[in-house]
C-alpha cells in the first residue's frame, strides 16, 4: 500500500448575528462564524487536510472566491468534491481526525451528528471519521472568545 497524510488547519473570527455551523450542524450559540458563506472552520480544515495528504491546492486555490461560481459555495458542497477528486487520483480515504478549539459552546453533544456529517459528505464509513472540541483554557484569542480555530489530519491509502 501506498500511504499520504495531510494537515489541514483553519481560523475564524465570532460575530455576533451568523449562525454557528461546525461540520455541517446548525449549533445553537449566540454568535457564529464570521467569513464566506457557512465559515465552517471544521470542514475548511477538514478539506485541507485531504488537499494536503493527495498533493491538491489549498481549497483557496481550487475554489477561488474571485470566481461567481464558488463564491459563498456551501462548505459541504466543497469538501464533497475534494473527496471526489481525491477518489478520482486513486486514492481511499482512511480516516480523517480533526480538534476543534473553542471555548464555548460545548460541541461534545452534536458529535454524533457531526460525525455521520462528514462520513456522509466524504462517501466512507463513520468510523473513519473523528472530531472532537477542546477548550483553549481561557489562553489567547481562542480562549478570549474571540474565534475558534480546527486542526485536522487525513490519511489516504491507495494499492501500489
Ligand atoms: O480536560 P482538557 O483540558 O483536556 O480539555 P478541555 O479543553 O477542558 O475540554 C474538556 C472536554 O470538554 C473535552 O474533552 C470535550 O469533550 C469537551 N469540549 C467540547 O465538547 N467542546 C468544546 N468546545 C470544548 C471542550
Ligand atoms: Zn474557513
Redesign the pocket.
Known sequence: MQFRVGLGYDSHRLVEGRRLVLAGIEIPFDKGLQGHSDADVILHALTDALCGASGLPDIGRIFPDTDAQWKDADSGTLISQVAAKVRDAGWEIGNVDCV??????????F?SQMKTNVARLLSIEENRVNL??????GLDDVGAGLGMVSHAVALLQKKE
Open positions: 476543534l478549539v473553542a471555548q464555548k459552546p460545548k460541541i461534545a453533544p458529535i472532537r472540541g477542546k477548550t483553549g483554557e
